[in-house]
Structures are given as C-alpha cells and as structure tokens.
C-alpha cells in the first residue's frame, strides 16, 4: 500500500506508475492489480531511500548476499517495506533467503524446493513463491522449463510451498510479447493467478497481457554502473 508523505514525489516512479496505469486501462484493467516491484539491485541505499520517502514499498534484489548488506537496516527503519528475491537461489542460501525476502519469484527446480520447503518448516513462515520458467527453452538461462512446470507446481502443492504464480524473463533482443501471452496460458492452465513478468524496457506491454507484478530497475534507478 502506497502512503506518499506530504510533499514527496520522485520524477522516475511517478513516471512508471502513470505508464503502468495507463497500460492497465488500455487492458481494460484496474491498476491496482498490478505491484511494481523496484529492482534496486547494485544500487547503494542512498538511491534507494528517495523511493522509500516517496511512498513506494516493494523492492527487489537478485542476490541474496547483496541484500543482506544493504536491506536490515533499510527495514529496520520502514518495517513495512516488502523485499522480493527476483535471481537464481541457491539451495544452501534457502535459509538467509527466507530470512529477509517476503516473495520469491524464482522457484525453478525440484531440489530448490525441497530446500525451501524446510526452510519454512523450520522458520514457521511461508512465503509466497514464484515458479521460474524457461520461457524461451533457452540453454543458458534459469527457469524450469515449460514441460516440467506441472510436475514441480504438483511437488510444491505436496510439500506445502505457497505457489501463487509464474515468473519469466523473455529471451533478450526479440518482441517479448508472445512469451508473455505464452506464459499467462501456462499459468491459466495450472490454475495460478499471478504472473511476474516486465522489465524496464516492456512493462506496459507486460501489463497489456496481464502481469499483476512487473520488476523495474532502470527505469526507476538509471542504469546500472
Ligand atoms: C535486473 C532484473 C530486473 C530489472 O531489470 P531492468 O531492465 O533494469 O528493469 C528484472 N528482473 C530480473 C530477474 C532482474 O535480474
């Protein structure tokens, strides 16, 4: 939820929510369906800060060894911020992982599973995850690919990992569009009603096809160094 102090505004983010809120009406949307999660990764905290102070609450990072620099303190001052893990999770860092992020969009393999099922046994605290998938059958990239998805949402569901939808990153340099659709029907097939998917450069496209949480980092931030 979005509490902007008086007199605060920030150029870039009220940018990317007026493109998002206008992609959504095009779709026919409400925009409220849609979190915009501000990828702040290799960003120092005192980029950080000015969008905390502008209101928004939901950030991601892709490593786990980052964050762990950079978030306690950020959360120890807004206990309301929500941090999401957006990069590939090594099974041994299941643990730290569950320590600080509230979502993880990339769940992708039946032994990352495994281990972050007893991670959440063993904290008491489910989080919300993501399956990861390999949308474009890519050989280098991370993601599950597309015909082992039903088998690892049937594990999650038996070991008792929230799975609330399905995340991906669309080969680079080629019109993103049609993997977008392809992975709403993925997700519409299995029954699961989120869908992480949008960078900088196809958020609003990401929108028109229904993503209900899109990862902008340089859009928000500026390039990264
Ligand atoms: C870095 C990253 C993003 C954000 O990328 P931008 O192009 O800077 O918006 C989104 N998702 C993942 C998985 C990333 O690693």
């Not at 032994?111 to 959440?120: E, G, I, N, P, V």
Request: with cysteine; glycine share 8%; aromatic share 4%.
């Amino acid at each position: 939820m979005d509490q902007p102090a008086p007199d605060s505004s920030h150029g870039a983010l009220d940018d990317v929510r007026t493109r998002i809120a206008n992609a959504a009406a095009l779709a026919k949307r409400d925009p409220s369906e849609i979190e915009l999660v501000a990828i702040s990764k290799t960003q120092p905290s005192e980029r950080v800060v000015p969008l905390i102070e502008a209101g928004h609450r939901v950030f991601g990072e892709n490593r786990v060894q980052e964050a762990q620099g950079k978030w306690p303190e950020l959360l120890e001052r807004h206990a309301d911020l929500s941090l999401h893990l957006v990069g590939q999770l090594q099974s041994n860092k299941a643990e730290d992982a569950l320590a600080l992020f509230d979502c993880i969009h990339s769940l992708d393999r039946p032994s990352l599973l495994k281990a972050l099922a007893k991670a959440m046994d063993k904290a008491g605290r489910q989080v919300p995850c993501f399956v990861q998938v390999n949308i474009g059958g890519e050989d280098q990239k991370g993601g599950c690919a597309i015909a082992d998805v039903p088998a690892l949402l049937e594990q999650a569901r038996g070991a008792n990992v929230p799975l609330i939808g399905l995340m991906c990153v669309p080969p680079f340099g080629v019109e993103p569009a049609p993997f977008f659709a392809l992975l709403a029907k993925i997700a519409a097939d299995n029954g699961l009603e989120k869908l992480s998917m949008g960078m900088s450069g196809d958020y609003e496209t990401a929108v028109m096809l229904g993503a209900t949480h899109v990862r902008v980092g340089s859009a928000l931030f500026g390039e990264r160094r």
